[in-house]
């Protein structure tokens, strides 16, 4: 299979940007899908296939992709964006890959 | 609106089985494939096993194969998946999440999952 590669944390004052990548070999030919997760929720789609943000996810939410990085950024972060962060892909077998995710502290 | 309610956690002794549910709603069912994901206690995600939408095609993480089945009703909007001689590292919330609406490498819909605890 492949590996995702995120940094474990990133810390971040209100109204400020985050950004967080996630990185593998593999990106070039593979779509990356972004998660929050917060404790006791449920998962939450944030963008999907790079940079696509479904209905309802705030435009805070962006993503980005150059070579074998895909990144997530949270412009004018708020308190609320306090969670975990997961990267995702998938490959043609297929099987499914999530990195192992990065605590954002505001 | 869509919605995923998993059932069927509990606390089990290693070597022992458990079956998880996971009823859907909200959206054609049938048109899409299903996942469960899992969280280990302090851990990340980590996918365990896919079903297609017409119940065909079955796929899972190394860790699971030959003692997980993933399976699907579609007549009655359910996803399962059968746990057997199960191991304390397989102590985690489980998660059933449907296949994106746009494409299939993605999980848009979650549910707010169920816990297993496997003691030894």
């Known amino acids: 299979s492949f590996e995702l590669t995120q940094p474990p944390s990133v810390s971040v004052s209100p109204g400020q940007t985050a950004r967080i990548t996630c990185s593998g070999e593999t990106l070039p030919n593979q779509y990356v899908y972004w998660y929050q997760k917060k404790p006791g929720q449920a998962p939450v789609l944030l963008i999907r296939k790079d940079s696509e943000r479904p209905s309802g996810i705030p435009e805070r939410f962006s993503g980005s992709t150059s070579g074998t990085t895909v990144t997530l950024t949270i412009s004018g972060v708020q308190a609320e964006d306090e969670a975990d962060y997961y990267c995702q892909s998938a490959d043609p077998s297929p099987t499914y890959v999530f990195a192992s995710g990065t605590k954002v502290t505001v | 609106q869509k919605q995923l309610v998993e059932s069927g956690g509990g606390v089990v002794q290693s070597g022992r089985s458990l079956r998880l549910s996971c009823a859907a709603s909200g959206f054609i069912f049938s048109n899409y494939g299903m996942h469960w994901v899992r969280q280990a206690p302090g851990k990340g995600l980590q996918w365990v096993a896919v079903v297609s939408h017409d119940d065909s095609k079955k796929y899972y993480e190394d860790s699971v194969k030959g003692r997980f089945t993933i399976s699907r009703d579609n007549s009655k909007n359910s996803v399962f998946l059968e746990m057997n001689n199960l191991k304390t590292e397989d102590t985690a919330t489980y998660y059933c999440?449907?296949?994106?609406?746009?494409?299939?490498?993605?999980?848009?819909?979650w549910g707010q999952g169920t816990t297993v605890s496997v003691s030894s």
């Open positions: 999440a449907k296949e994106g609406a746009l494409d299939i490498g993605g999980m848009d819909v």
